[in-house]
């Protein structure tokens, strides 16, 4: 088993599995978006090159003293497996994820134009499902550079040489238009995040124990939890000013599918103490101002109240000193984050409770069963002067999560179901989550497509 020859049967037999996957992928190349098939063919290339390089270097080392050679080629088997590790475990399911069973495909595009904004390196955005109830963002090298380790030579593929940005989704909520405002927000926050180095500038403080000095691993962990909880709120503070209160709506509905408002972990803030936080960034935004959007929002503000001064408790700790300095520091540091967060973005960029009169009347429009994606503009009079806009995804977003908020109202009624019937409510979220996937794709086509040109 633990021979070089046994291993590298064993690694024979995985490049033939991995080849094999990625040949499936390829006879469904059509149904690719660019950007995925230009990964595949990186992954691709990048497993070939690995392959020819460890047959080569392997029997090359035939010639070599036995009794170093045994050695090197233990030492190329664990190069090559590092490849195939990454390969199977990163790109393979991200690739496999991209089937249009699994992805919101006519959100691809809108997606793809956010992350652009997120990040102006113009990363290659690969909209993939995953199991599970999860959204997550990944960036990824150009894979065929993992080939260079085994290789020891740049290989070449036809394919772009771009950064790759993993946007997974939960695969069973692929329609949930609704939902994927966190991939939207939160997850292109991490995105601009990464951009604007807002989370990584943070210095934290000498960490000071009641104990007395800290150990090196105390000031690691204290870093480390600095540095994981920043991140956090940084993406949630950038996803509540792009888009306000739906932002906010869906952390909140996904949270309470998998769990529970309160609770720390090593690299989460509890949800209570990150609903605070985006209040505060919507309160700013005027939100508390206006009657209509308070409504939506002043449960979520009495259930978190005073949430950043409860103590902070993490599972894996058993003292929580250095969790709660942590946490004590960051939430001094959270007026700063926002300020800095509202100075990196546009001021288009920023939905501020001055477009509620535009929320609510995409709404009414999607409560009468209507698509909203195109707004018709100017007085349509003789002059002629009539022009018609796109509308903008955090409106199109946010009206939709105030139709749900009102308990599909008028939707109801022109479909006639009931929304207090379980079975029906979830028919009517279909319903809802189509006109708004209806909606983004019409909005998308007129901003490519100006009007009168
Ligand atoms: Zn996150």
Partial sequence: MLDPTSRAQALARRFNNVLTALGSLDDRKETLTPATAALLAQVQDAVEATRQAFEERWNNLAA?????????????????????????????????????????VELDPILTRLAHRADPTNPAVILSSAPGFQYSVQRVAAPIQMATSVTGKTVSTTAGLSTFLFLRLPKIERDSALLHVILAGHELGHVRDWATQTSQNLVPPPLVLSTGAARAEDIVTHKNLISFWAREIVADIFAAFIFGPASLLSFTELVLTVGTLSGDSFTHPGPNRR????????????????????????????????????PVVVQQFSGQEIPQAAWDWLSSQVPSLIAQCQSALAPDEILDAGKWQEIEAAASQLSRGRPFGELVT?????????????????????????????????????????????????????ILDGLLLKSLEISDWRLNNAWGK
């Fill in 275 to 310: 609903i605070e936080i985006i209040l505060g960034v919507l309160r700013q935004l005027d939100y508390f101002d206006n009657q209509e959007a308070r409504a939506l929002l002043s449960d979520l503000e009495k259930a978190t109240a005073g949430a950043a001064a409860t």
């Fill in 64 to 104: 070599v003293d036995p009794a170093v050679r045994d050695r090197l080629r233990t030492n190329l088997c664990d190069q090559v497996l590092r490849v195939l590790a990454e390969v199977a475990q990163t790109l393979l399911p991200a690739l496999d994820g991209t089937t249009s069973q699994g992805i919101p």
């Fill in 378 to 430: 100017g007085s349509g009079d003789a002059s002629g002067d009539i022009s018609v806009i796109p509308v903008p995804e955090p409106i199109i977003l946010n009206a939709g999560w105030l139709v749900r908020m009102r308990g599909y109202e008028g939707l109801a009624k022109i479909v006639d179901l009931d929304p207090r019937d379980t079975k029906q409510s979830a028919d009517l979220a279909a």
